[in-house]
């Protein structure tokens, strides 16, 4: 493990990566987990020369910051940006892939429709494409004022039940102390519905090898956005694969040895 300086803003790196990887695997983690909960998945991915690397969000995890806070999204995306530079700088030539799960998959979205990095592949997981219907448009009207007023009012809590159907990990995900519990900051709402929002006029500038996975049953984030997407893009390299009945986190349900054999194999098929 690792810290790396983004600018004015220093993130914790978590990076499990073989001593010869024949590629490069980065991923964006989602709302208020961390980088390390993706252990099991990278030590999967290793024994196939697949190097792994996922920085704690500014205000997530071990990274500093106030916890489950987004101040400003472009400064997320800026600092995405400049630590999967130097880690391909350090590992130049070799194939580099990009996996964003839930608000991570937004941020892989928006980081690549705005910067327009190279990638040989892109996949998201249950990624944050479509304001939930649970958000009336009163609401949506009123996050703006409340994040101008009072960015750090703290107003509902996500429902960690609906992140798996395993409830031990429901209950390991609860007493992570590098994961926020809390309730969501007005802030943190507003612009991740307003980048939600945004990001659907975007769609069609993707052009990236995309694998697009969801769970039917999740109700965290919709696989409606999921399915927009996939018609949306204008990749000619493009999967969409659902899960029947699996909930937020895929490679936390009980297909995840499916999953996570899904996800080698489409990489691996792609260097």
Known sequence: MSEIKTGNRDLYIHQWIPEHPRVL?????????????????????????????????FGHGRSPGLKGYIDSWSALVDDTDHWIKNYRNKYPGIPCFLLGHSLGGLLAVSYLTSINPQFDGVVLMSAALKVSDDISPLLQKLAPVLATLAPKLKTVKLDANAISRDPDVVEKYLNDPYVYTGKIYAQTGNETLKTTRDIVRYFSEFKWPVLILHGTHDRLTDPAGSKKFYDDIDSRDKTLQLYEGAFHELLNEPEKDQVMEGIRIWITSRI
């Open 25 to 57: 695997l980065f991923i964006l983690h989602g709302v208020f987990e961390h980088g390390g909960r993706y252990k099991d998945f990278a030590h999967f991915l290793n024994k196939d020369g697949i190097g792994v690397i996922a920085a704690d969000h």
